[in-house]
């Protein structure tokens, strides 16, 4: 009889926030979700994962200051996981201004589904 180990698969975890428009900084329930990704990172892997945020913009400015905002959107959650206790060095920021829309639109639309922080935890 043989065995074979089998590694268990990579674990990994979406958290979700929205902006009101023309906002950088976190909301109370964005707060709440900085918390969340802070509890799951020390729950399932405090050695060993990695943090993605991904903030987007709707299409009412123009691409400079979507990209900006989403910018300081982006760090606005880092920020807020460093305080809570993450490590820097295991946060990656990727504005995308209105390059990846939630909810397509036409240009110069207000869209709140697509004024949003993805947080994307992986072990």
């Not at 065995?3 to 709440?32: C, N, R, T, V, W």
């Not at 639309?109 to 993805?118: F, K, Q, W, Y």
Request: net charge neutral; proline share 7%.
């Amino acid at each position: 009889m043989s065995s074979i180990a089998l590694s268990s698969p990579a674990m990994a975890h979406q958290f979700l926030d929205y902006f009101p428009y023309g906002k950088a900084d976190l909301s109370p329930k964005g707060y709440e979700t900085a918390r969340e990704v802070a509890s799951y990172v020390q729950r399932y892997g405090p050695d060993s994962y990695r943090v993605v945020i991904a903030a987007h913009m709707d299409t009412a400015e123009e691409q400079a200051f979507s990209d900006e905002l989403s910018a300081r959107r982006a760090q606005s959650m880092a920020t807020e996981l460093v305080r809570l206790g993450l490590e820097p060095a295991r946060i990656e920021m990727r504005p995308y201004g209105t390059r990846a829309l939630a909810k397509p639109t036409d240009r110069d639309v207000r869209e709140p589904l697509n004024r949003r922080v993805t947080v994307d935890v992986n072990f």
